[in-house]
Each structure stands twice: as C-alpha cells, then as structure tokens.
C-alpha cells in the first residue's frame, strides 16, 4: 500500500467517535446490530425491501451520482460514518446540499493499485463504504469485499456494477423543470430510478423522486411565482448545486 493510502486508512482507526457512536467492526457489533437497517430518505425506502440500508448488504448504485450521495444523507446526519473510495470529483457541496454530514464523510480520492486494501481497511472502521471499483478490480475482490462487509456489518456501496450485489438501483431518466419563456433557472430534477436484487429485493421496483433546493424528497418543490423569473428580477430561487464526477452531471 502506498504510504499516503496507509496513512488515509490508519487515520481512520484513530478516529474518535463522538455521541457513541460505534464503528462497523465486528469486534464492536452485537448481533442485535448487525441487523439494523441504517435510514435512507423517505423518497428512497420503497426500493428497499428492508426499508433501508441493512447492515452487511451491498447496495450497487448505477448512473447517478445524485441517488448514490442521496443514500449516505440520512445515515451519517444520524451519526453514522461513511467513507468514499476512487471518486476524486465528487461534488462536496452538492454532498451537504443533499443532506450528507460530510464532517462524517471520509474521502480516499485516489486510492492507486492499493484500492483493495483501503476498502477493506474501511470495512473495518466505518458503516457505509462507498467505492468507485469500475475496470479497477478483478470480480474475485469484489466478492471479497462484499463478504467482508457481510462480516463486518458495514454497507458496502460500489458505484457501478458489481457482481452478486444484494441490490443494484439504477437511473432510468432524468427530466429539468424550471425555464419558463426561455430564461430562469434550472429548479427541479424529476429523477426515475429503478430498483433490483435478489431474494426479498428480486421483485422489479420503480420510483420518482424530485431533486430541488429543498434537497430529495417524494414531491416537486413549488416553482417560484412567475414574477421573479426574469434576469432583472431583484429576487431569483437559488440554483441546485449539481453532483458532477469527472465533469458529468449525472
């Protein structure tokens, strides 16, 4: 492991926990919380089978960046840690729009040839680990990552596919509302996503959910009064800070 990636996952056991909150290491979890289910949003549950994010699972997430920093919002507000491997543009200000404590939000930008180490060192020591693994590991380290958060009772979250996922939820399309006679701002995003796994999650599930500067929630934020939509205008609504990964809004 290279000595800035060991220095990253080394920090992270040193880490105090304020509040009592726990790490995800198996030393720490009694059986009672390996089966707890960490919150997600309102707007997300229904894709959940078990009504959120269930210790020890892996959750692959495909296409938007937006879902993906929707279902760390809940947790880490709740005390929770969360930790992000291999997504060096990952929109922080959009992550606390969305509701993310990102002062819980730990990052490992670019994690190099030792991904495999980092993630299983944050396996160990947070609840959610995020992981950005597309093309950079072999399927036999996925599976043993997604054993190792099974035995950890950490929620493993590969962005992108991965195999033997517990569930993959994946963004089918995307709609702006907004512009009205051809100028404002961008206000809403109408996002459809769709839900599938295995066992109780093998049954298809889809959902709409709206992104605005209220953050996510079941129902379109109200556009603002026709009045103030104009360049001119003294009073404008505040523009979404949108989730970008190497230059892509997703």
């Known amino acids: 492991m290279s000595g800035s990636a060991v220095t990253r996952a080394a920090s992270l056991k040193s880490v105090a926990m304020p509040d009592g909150v726990g790490v995800a290491s198996g030393l720490t979890l009694t059986s009672v919380d390996r089966e707890r289910v960490l919150p997600v949003c309102q707007a997300l549950a229904g894709l959940f089978p078990w009504g959120g994010l269930r210790r020890g699972s892996t959750v692959a997430v495909r296409g938007s960046v937006t879902v993906l920093l929707a279902l760390l919002a809940e947790a880490t507000a709740g005390g929770s840690w969360a930790g992000v491997i291999g997504m060096p543009r990952l929109g922080v200000v959009a992550a606390a729009e969305l509701g993310v404590a990102v002062s819980r939000l730990a990052l490992v930008p670019r994690p190099g040839p030792d991904l495999p180490a980092v993630a299983g060192a944050l396996l160990d020591g947070v609840d959610i680990v995020v992981i950005a693994a597309a093309g950079r590991l072999q399927e036999s380290h996925a599976r043993r990552l997604s054993a190792r958060a099974r035995h950890r009772g950490a929620v493993l979250i590969p962005f992108g596919p991965w195999p033997g996922a517990d569930l993959e939820l994946t963004h089918v399309e995307s709609k702006w509302s907004g512009l009205q006679d051809g100028y404002g701002h ?52 505040r523009p979404v800070e949108l989730a970008a990964v190497d230059g892509v809004i997703r």
């Open 186 to 237: 961008l206000h809403t995003r109408e996002l459809t996503v769709s839900a599938r796994g295995r066992g109780s999650a093998a049954r298809p599930t889809t959902t709409t959910v709206f992104v605005g500067p209220e953050g996510i929630s079941e129902t379109p934020t109200p556009l603002p009064s026709e009045g103030i939509w104009p360049p001119h205008a003294e009073e404008t609504p």
